[in-house]
């Protein structure tokens, strides 16, 4: 599992987050499978997927993850001729797919990240999260380091595909029920740069855009980019509507300050229909 990479000398990295691929939402699938044909293989060198690509991943040993209804087949076929382009594709796993493995990875012709992923790029190194370790509740991340114990995942594994779809089912049902609204933990945020040594985050999980810089007491200077998710149904956005992703253009259209467009204009984001191929 990649802990750091470094963007192409050529070309545009693009980064997107919470896809939540599901049989229950064949619209939003397929404006994503769009994208990939069309816009991604068109106009990136590198895609980085944040987690959470489907909304229930019961497993790498089950060939299309959430059984006969094919959606992880799909996905990794679209992967796969994603790839054959020539396009680099690098998957983090979130809270909806923290099953997601080197098996379904190397059969999509991807690289699996780690949870905390160092992205160079423009100069700097920027931290690449899924975005549920900022979430703030004591209580979720608690369930998380549960869940994701060696322990808990070797057990899960040794289920039935029923009782695996079951107890998934019922907890993402448990995680409705208790939904409150997301609250984003700066010190949370902090700590997780420090440790990487960078200044800037990029996550997904919260579902809504954002850019906000902010300064310690201790005088220093940290940024955070939350990434929008692809909850809009594609009927009611503009054909031209750029796709919920942020670019890191190829050098040297990148600002001198930034690096990085968080709203890219004509000029460094390709437009494009949802439709096409």
């Keep these: 599992m990649l802990r750091q990479t470094r963007a192409p000398e050529e070309g545009a990295v693009w980064i997107a ?6 049989p229950a939402h064949p619209r939003r699938n397929e404006r994503f499978f769009s994208f990939l044909r069309g816009a991604a293989k068109k106009e990136c060198r590198a895609l980085y997927l944040l987690g959470d690509v489907f909304d229930l991943w019961l497993g790498d040993e089950q060939e299309t993850g959430d059984g006969e209804d094919g959606v992880g087949a799909q996905t990794k076929k679209e992967l796969q001729n994603l790839a054959a ?12 797919d923290f099953l997601l493995g080197e098996r379904f990875a190397s059969a999509a012709n991807c690289e699996l990240i780690a949870d905390e992923h160092i992205l160079s790029a423009a100069g700097k190194k920027l931290l690449l999260a899924h975005g549920d370790l900022f979430c703030g509740d004591f209580s979720y991340l608690l369930f998380r380091r549960v869940v994701r114990s060696r322990a808990a995942r070797l057990l899960y594994a040794a289920m039935p595909k029923t009782a695996r779809k079951k107890t998934a089912k019922n907890l993402r049902a448990r995680s409705r029920r208790n939904r409150r609204p ?6 949370a945020a902090e700590a997780l740069m420090r440790k990487n040594n960078c200044h800037t985050l990029i996550h997904g999980h919260f ?6 810089q902010w300064q310690t007491q ?7 980019i939350s990434l929008p998710d692809w909850e809009s149904p594609p009927e009611k ?13 190829a050098p040297p259209v990148i600002p ?5 467009h968080t709203n890219p204009t ?4 390709p437009r494009y229909t949802y439709g096409e191929s």
């Design 17 to 22: 987050a919470d896809a939540h691929l599901s």
């Design 85 to 96: 382009e020539g396009v680099k594709v690098y998957l983090q796993r979130g809270n909806r």
């Design 182 to 187: 997301p609250t984003f933990s700066r010190p």
């Design 207 to 212: 579902h809504s855009p954002a850019d906000e």
């Design 218 to 224: 201790k005088n220093e200077t940290f940024r955070r």
């Design 237 to 249: 956005l503009a054909p031209e509507e750029s796709p919920p992703i942020f670019v890191i253009p």
């Design 256 to 260: 001198a300050k930034a690096g990085i």
């Design 266 to 269: 004509e000029k460094t984001r």
